[in-house]
């Protein structure tokens, strides 16, 4: 499988209990996407939302709440990701590099 990296932001931003989260996405050609994080969110993940005009993606909780770090998406990585329809996320043990958990969760894709 043959991938490419959005630039990490690193660690996610914004002021909520998912603060200092890290987050990568991964795209391939295939549109298949993955992400991989190192802790558990705050509450339970629902979905992940693609925004095309501002090529940014969101995560939303279960109570429909939206994290405001959503990460931004290389445009590199934008014309596949237009073509998604879920996203596989996978949570990290980052000192070990083994995963944790991980699922298929829907993918939403619109204009703001």
């Known amino acids: ?5 959005t630039p990490s932001p690193a660690f996610n931003e914004g002021v909520n209990a998912d603060l200092g989260m890290k987050v990568e996405l991964y ?8 992400v991989l994080y190192d802790r558990p969110f705050s509450k339970k993940l629902s979905w992940l939302e693609y925004d095309l005009d501002s090529s940014k993606l969101d995560f939303v909780l279960e109570d429909g709440d939206l994290r405001d770090f959503g990460i931004p998406v290389h445009p590199n990585l934008a014309k596949y990701m237009q073509n998604a329809f879920q996203i596989l996320m996978v949570q990290m ?6 995963h944790i958990d991980g699922g298929y969760f829907p993918l939403i894709i619109h204009r703001a």
């Open 93 to 98: 043990d980052e000192k070990t590099g083994e």
């Open 27 to 34: 795209v391939n050609d295939r549109a298949e996407a993955l």
């Open 1 to 5: 499988m043959t991938q490419t990296q």
